[in-house]
């Protein structure tokens, strides 16, 4: 088994889309990004990297490629399934979560839940995502950003 650990931050912009754990969420601001800065899938992807040895996703996917411009995080989480498979590991189970004063999140967990179960190709009780403020501090709580942390256990195929 190997456990790794990520996490990201992405700031809030007007005329972006919010786009977390998959999932498009009403708002009036969206997170700024050279993909579409989807704070939870970039925690989870680093995180199986870093299970992996793998560096992160600035190395697997950088922003320096036009290729990856207003990507869809969800096409560079299957990438990374893809290494995970080739290197013999599956998802034993996924812990994360999203730092956001506003919007609430409770009524898109679902999904974001069904969203990265189907990309890693595990079932839905391995994923487990939550959703918290910082109590009006730091980032998120100022409303300037949200971030995110995951961590994943691999096991060996």
């Given at each position: 088994?190997?456990?790794?650990?990520?996490?990201?931050?992405?700031?809030?912009?007007?005329?972006?889309?919010?786009?977390?754990?998959?999932?498009d969420?009403?708002?009036?601001?969206?997170?700024l990004?050279?993909s579409?800065?989807?704070?939870?899938?970039h925690?989870v992807?680093d995180?199986?990297?870093?299970?992996?040895?793998?560096?992160?996703?600035g190395?697997?996917?950088?922003d320096?490629?036009?290729i990856?411009?207003?990507?869809?995080?969800?096409i560079?989480?299957?990438?990374?399934y893809?290494?995970?498979q080739?290197?013999?590991?599956?998802i034993?189970n996924?812990?994360?979560?999203?730092?956001?004063?506003?919007?609430?999140?409770?009524?898109y967990?679902?999904?974001?839940?069904?969203n990265?179960?189907?990309?890693?190709?595990t079932?839905?009780?391995?994923?487990?995502?939550?959703?918290?403020?910082?109590?009006?501090?730091?980032i998120?709580?100022d409303?300037?950003?949200i971030?995110?942390?995951?961590?994943?256990?691999?096991?060996?195929?």
């Amino acid at each position: 088994m190997r456990i790794g650990y990520g996490y990201d931050v992405h700031k809030l912009e007007q005329n972006r889309k919010l786009i977390l754990g998959g999932v498009d969420i009403p708002f009036e601001k969206g997170l700024l990004g050279h993909s579409d800065a989807d704070v939870l899938i970039h925690a989870v992807i680093d995180a199986i990297l870093g299970a992996l040895s793998k560096g992160d996703i600035g190395q697997l996917f950088p922003d320096t490629d036009d290729i990856y411009k207003n990507i869809d995080s969800r096409i560079l989480l299957r990438k990374t399934y893809e290494i995970m498979q080739k290197l013999d590991h599956r998802i034993g189970n996924l812990d994360a979560t999203i730092c956001a004063q506003k919007p609430k999140l409770q009524n898109y967990i679902s999904q974001m839940r069904e969203n990265l179960a189907s990309d890693l190709q595990t079932d839905i009780f391995n994923i487990s995502i939550k959703a918290t403020t910082e109590e009006n501090l730091g980032i998120s709580g100022d409303g300037k950003g949200i971030s995110a942390t995951a961590i994943v256990l691999l096991e060996r195929i």
